[in-house]
């Protein structure tokens, strides 16, 4: 008998991303949202809610703090090093809104990925995505499909 598919849930009160197999949660990690909130408005920089699924994974062994810009590798953050800079790091899974009203999802470049922003983790502090510390989103990468569902609950 198979497992029941994974799934992946996110929590906007909780500021938590939970991988799931049926009702099980098989891993937990927190993440940010968008520290403008929610919606799914172009250039908003909000967090959209509902139902999607990842269209694309990028990052495959890529080492820890790799820096993506435009979904290819141009080199590679350190903890400790100073920026303004707001990366998308480590991984990418880029979503795609599965309901007519996040339908833009993924025009929006709405992703799960790391950031050089780790402190502000359990916090909104993005600006559309849902971050992840590094190694939790590296570690979440290996265990999801292309395909898998993911849900955006308030």
């Known amino acids: 008998m198979q497992p029941p ?22 891993a937990a990690y927190p993440v940010s949202t968008s520290k403008f909130g929610l919606g799914t408005e172009p250039g908003s920089y909000k967090t959209p809610l509902g139902r999607f699924r ?9 080492p820890l703090g790799t ?3 435009s979904r290819q590798p141009v080199g590679l953050w350190n903890p400790g090093d ?3 800079d707001d990366y998308v790091l480590t ?12 339908a833009n999802t993924k025009d929006r470049y709405i992703y799960i990925h790391g950031t050089n922003q780790e402190e502000q ?5 993005s600006i559309g995505c849902v971050r992840m510390k590094n190694a939790d989103v ?11 569902e993911v849900e955006i609950v308030a």
């Open 5 to 26: 598919p994974r799934k992946i849930q996110v929590s906007i009160a909780r500021q938590e991303l939970q991988l799931l197999e049926g009702e099980q949660v098989v």
């Open 54 to 62: 990842v269209a694309e994974r990028h990052g495959e062994g890529a």
């Open 67 to 69: 820096i993506f810009k």
């Open 82 to 84: 100073v920026t303004e």
């Open 91 to 102: 991984r990418i899974l880029w979503l795609e809104g599965l309901e007519e009203h996040n």
């Open 121 to 125: 983790i359990g916090q909104p502090a």
């Open 138 to 148: 590296a570690a979440l990468y290996d265990l999801v499909p292309e395909g898998v």
